[in-house]
């Protein structure tokens, strides 16, 4: 044992992010005070980053399971799904906040990195992948860097990866100007009875690293993700992570050709806490033991200390366990695509218990002797139940009441309109979607036929052909999160799954990805454990569980404070017959334009009060889960029954926004009507939930007409699809061209 | 339906399938992409690995989109290096028909098979987004039976497509007859707006003056299949089977 240094203290400890109590929990499992690179290997396995250890309790309660969940929550890399015909889609978001907070190209790109790595490592080949993104007040120049370092490294990284980026969000608010948020999103295909797992058993199987070598890069970055933001935090500057796409597609084919050959025992790729993540949470599930020779790992510089080799975050590694005895076959593709491989180990018996112990050497000594068991999350790792309050706040928002602010006037229209359609949370996100390959692949459906979420065929090398295609989309508008995190996270899965629905997909199950403030904070966990009651709740109704995702907390800084709660939902549809897809665009001239769904005096939280009259103290918009409900199985209904030509639903912007991007996106005007009975401003730009435009042919009306007329959901003739300009109550609001022309521009002329 | 042509390889004039095949360089990405799409003609396809010396017979040989080597020190300088290119290269001297898709046409222009070469986007940004294209050469084969008063919607994604020649270049291309395609509106006009990369004069795609040798940005094979709305690719892609049956 590594005995040469002093052993370190509670005082170090707590540098390292190790609590006091967790000093002597440590102390306890060991028998003996740990050395540092024992301390160091207990610091990064339970921060919040790896251990969840200030969630775990609250994710638990989330609902898990369904016919078709072949891999739950937590027992692996991902969440795994059956989509029939004897393949499973594996889904998942993961957020790179923090280093992207400092090093934005870097930080976004190894975020796209390691979610697709997670993907491949259970034999998935990833087909599509999304971004969450949220950033401050676009008018400082630190945000429109951070803007573009983000868009440039997603962009750079998916792009030589080869997986098309098929959609996402993007939102900007002061609340983001520290601490922007980076999801990333990626969902792939594999046979079901091909999937790799994350485990390792069988005494004397060899252990392989395989992929890049491993440097001093990402060193305590699942520590530093566990942290506020600070002006100290640029000295953390190692602490963000390096990609490189090309060694990643070259491990995305290698690791796809091992696991083929079925000799591979268990796989994991390293992102947070590199090496001694993947060779805990690995033997932990496997109940065995490993001894590794950190002399064996290939590094990119020489003498690393053995904490700096165990916890590099270097990207693009794998850590596998195969059969033993093919070790040949396996070194003989990794020397096809010119990859690292070299065998650091092999798999040791565990005791009676299952326990089995963790041994690393250097230079032929031993410098850590760890149980894995303890090190990992549903193991020893700690669990906490933090205390929360509910924020003052909260109440005086619920205290708004409409009458307070005025009613646009039909003058005022053509301003407010112009003021919606360029907004940077509502204008087109081409300036950033164009810098992204969506098209690579040739599986994406939603290029030439723009749909609320995107369709993209199950096709890729390897994958039997079938006629189906996933459904998938992001979103959270956290505004509504902010003014009531039970609210707005229903919102946020409703959202989800009425996009899936208005495109023709069916909504399956959802990752997620809970970016929040300092969970030491009462006012912040409370944030979190509401959205996290809202979104189960919602989970169960739509009858799509949560197959796993990420916690990312401390998105605060000393200045600004905390972040909006931004519970991001990422869902996955299928649509099993390509005839179920709809499209959101009008069609032909003189198709009627009718609003699924009631309209609401309300204009709570919407981008219009928020922004155009500058309230921002409001409650959520109206949401009514059985409303919601209702209206999506219409809308189900309609398009398998094919009695629309389009379908849009009204989210952000409100009801002319929705109408004003199905006409842009078909190149058409429309005319629509307010009702007297609703204030305008509410009718138009009001964002009250379960509300969908769908539009009708001449020839579909009357079937359209007897259907509705027997559901049980109201809905209303607003107007009709007309050749240009966008009129409402007999008068031209803007002309189409100057409104498409906004409407694209807006982002791109800010960035300019 | 399925094509035949002449076995060029061989000098006997008896029928067989036409053979494609698609290098797949390191970081190729594109590969899968072009498989599928000349596989949807019915023809026999297969992958040429790039550490091989062996074209299999093949009458076609497509270099596809991606990042070959990463793209590191210069798009395609590196490809031209791979153990395959050695055969490609003897490919194309002997008259073999050879197409390079956006970074295959960069491996082309790097090894000198078709004048030229590709710059950064004057936008200094990636761009992928779907384009319109005009047939331009009425000799060469990839465009000769095009209808050249049309534009052709094509998806384009690159960084690194601003089509570059020096005066001397430009004008043997033109005089030549070599230039293949240029970006235009969706009328058909080769407008500055249209131009998605700053390309010389529009060009987005050349051949070498032997007329065997096709270069281009634009990705015809992400415009082959009807279930993605938009086919226009297809035209393009059939020219080198039809063509070679007259």
């Known amino acids: 044992m590594e005995l040469l240094d002093p052993l370190p203290t509670v005082e170090t400890a707590r540098k390292l992010g190790v609590l006091p109590d967790e000093f002597d929990r440590i102390v306890t499992i060991l028998g003996r005070q740990p050395n540092f690179t024992e301390l160091s ?76 790595r997670d993907i491949f490592t259970m034999g998935a080949r990833p087909i599509a992948q999304l971004n969450s993104l949220r950033f401050g007040d676009l008018s400082l120049p630190k945000t429109r860097r951070l803007l573009r370092g983000v868009t440039k490294g997603i962009g750079d990284y998916g792009n030589a990866f080869g997986i ?141 200390a053995p904490f700096e080799i165990l916890l590099s975050e270097s990207q693009e590694r794998m850590l596998v366990v195969i059969e033993k005895g093919k070790e040949g076959i396996i070194q003989g593709i990794f020397d096809k695509w010119d990859l690292h491989c070299a065998q650091i180990g092999e798999v040791t018996a565990a005791p009676a218990d299952g326990m089995g112990r963790l041994h690393f050497y250097r230079y032929g000594q031993l410098v850590a002797d760890v149980p894995a068991h303890d090190l990992v999350l549903g193991g020893g790792a700690p669990q906490y139940r933090r205390d929360y309050k509910e924020p003052a706040y909260i109440k005086e928002f619920a205290k708004f009441r409409i009458n307070t602010v005025p009613d646009v006037t039909p003058a005022d229209l053509g301003d407010v309109a112009r003021h919606l359609l360029s907004h940077p949370n509502i204008c087109s996100r081409r300036w950033v979607y164009e810098q992204y390959d969506s098209m690579v692949g040739t599986a994406n459906r939603s290029t030439n036929a723009p749909s609320d979420a995107a369709v993209v065929r199950v096709k890729g090398a390897g994958i039997p052909k079938t006629d189906k295609s996933i459904v998938i989309t992001v979103d959270c508008n956290s505004r509504y999160v902010n003014a009531n995190p039970f609210t707005g996270a229903q919102i946020a899965v409703a959202e989800a799954a009425r996009n899936i629905v208005c495109t023709g997909g069916e909504p399956l199950a959802v990752t997620n990805n809970l970016n929040f403030g300092n969970p030491y904070v009462p006012e912040v966990y409370w944030h979190f454990v509401e959205a996290v009651k809202g979104m189960g709740e919602a989970c169960a109704r739509f009858a799509t569980p949560v197959t796993g995702g990420n916690v990312s907390f401390y998105n605060q800084s000393s200045d600004d404070g905390p972040v909006f709660p931004t519970p991001t939902i990422g869902m996955l549809g299928l649509m099993e017959n390509p005839d179920n897809r709809m499209t959101l665009n009008f069609q032909n001239e003189g198709d009627t334009i009718y609003l699924i769904g009631s309209p609401q005096n309300d204009v709570a939280s919407s981008e219009y009060l928020y922004s155009y009259r ?48 199905s006409a842009m996106a078909g190149g058409r005007g429309f005319a629509i009507n307010t009702d007297g009975e609703y204030r305008r401003d509410a009718y138009l730009f009001g964002e009250s939930q379960s509300r969908v435009i769908v539009s009708v042919s001449a020839e579909q009306q009357a079937g359209f007409e007897q259907f509705m007329q027997k559901a049980h959901v109201s809905y209303s003739q607003i107007g009709s699809v007309t050749a240009s300009d966008y009129v409402v109550d007999g008068q031209v609001v803007i002309a189409s061209d100057t409104a498409t022309s906004l409407y694209n521009n807006a982002l791109g002329e800010i960035m300019a | ?196 990369n700053g390309s010389l004069d529009n060009i987005a795609g050349v051949c070498n003056d032997r007329r065997n040798v096709f270069g281009m940005m634009p990705h015809p094979e992400r415009a082959a299949d009807a279930a993605l709305g938009n086919t226009d690719g297809r035209y393009i892609l059939e020219q080198l089977l039809t063509a070679v049956l007259a």
């Not at chain 2, 990839?142 to 601003?162: E, M, V």
Request: hydrophobic share 40%.
């Open chain 1, 614 to 661: 500058k309230v921002k103290a409001s409650p959520a918009p109206a949401f009514d889960m059985e409303q919601e409900l209702a209206v999506q199985t219409i809308v189900k209904q309609l398009i398998t029954k094919k009695l629309i030509r389009s379908a849009h639903d009204i989210s952000d912007g409100g009801l002319f926004v929705a109408v004003a991007e």
């Open chain 2, 1 to 196: 339906m399925t094509l035949y042509t002449y076995d060029f390889s061989t000098y006997d004039y008896y029928l067989c399938p036409m053979k494609v095949g698609v290098v797949v360089f390191p970081g190729s990405n594109c590969d899968q992409d072009a498989v599928d799409a000349f596989e949807s003609f019915d023809l026999s396809v297969v992958k040429l690995w790039h550490k091989d010396h062996d074209l299999q017979g093949c009458d076609l040989v497509v270099l596809p989109g991606g990042f070959s080597y990463g793209d590191y020190l210069r798009t395609g300088a590196v490809a031209r290096f791979s153990p395959i290119m050695t055969e490609v290269i003897a490919h194309a001297n002997r008259g073999g028909y050879l197409m390079g898709i956006c970074n295959g046409f960069q491996i082309l222009a790097e090894a000198q098979l078709v004048p030229g070469v590709l710059l950064r986007n004057t936008s200094q940004q990636y761009v992928c987004k779907n384009i319109y294209l005009k047939p331009q050469s009425t000799s060469a084969l990839l465009t000769a039976g095009l209808d050249h008063d049309r534009a052709y919607k094509i998806p384009i994604a690159h960084g690194d497509g601003c089509y570059f020649a020096n005066n001397e270049a430009l004008a043997r291309l033109n005089d030549n007859d070599q230039v293949l395609f240029r970006y235009c509106d969706e009328a058909g006009n080769s407008t500055d707006a249209a131009n998605p």
């Open chain 1, 164 to 304: 098309p980026t098929v959609g996402g969000e993007i939102y900007f608010d002061e609340c983001y100007n520290t601490n922007p948020l980076v999801n990333a999103f990626s969902a792939g295909i594999v046979e079901i009875g091909k999937v790799a797992k994350a485990t390792s058993y069988g005494v004397g199987n060899p252990v392989f690293i395989v992929g890049s070598a491993t440097g001093k890069d990402g060193i305590h970055g699942a520590t530093f993700a566990s942290e506020d933001i600070s002006a100290a935090s640029t000295d953390k500057l190692p602490a963000v992570q390096v990609g490189d796409p090309f060694m990643e597609k070259l491990l995305l084919e290698a690791t796809l050709e091992i696991i083929a050959t079925g000799y591979v025992i268990g796989i994991q790729d390293m992102g947070a806490a590199g090496i001694i993540c993947s060779t805990s949470e690995m033997s932990a599930k496997g109940e065995h033991g490993m001894v590794i020779d950190l002399d064996k790992v290939p590094t990119r510089q020489p003498n690393m």
């Open chain 1, 41 to 116: 290997i207990f610091s990064v396995m339970w921060s919040e980053h790896c251990s969840y250890k200030n969630s775990i309790i609250w994710l638990k309660t989330l609902p898990r399971d369904s016919d078709r969940m072949l891999a739950k929550a937590g027992e692996e890399n991902a969440g795994l799904v059956d989509i029939g015909d004897g393949l499973a889609c594996s889904f998942k978001i993961e957020s790179h906040n923090h280093p992207s907070a400092l090093e934005p190209y870097q930080g976004a790109a190894t975020g796209v990195g390691g979610i697709n």
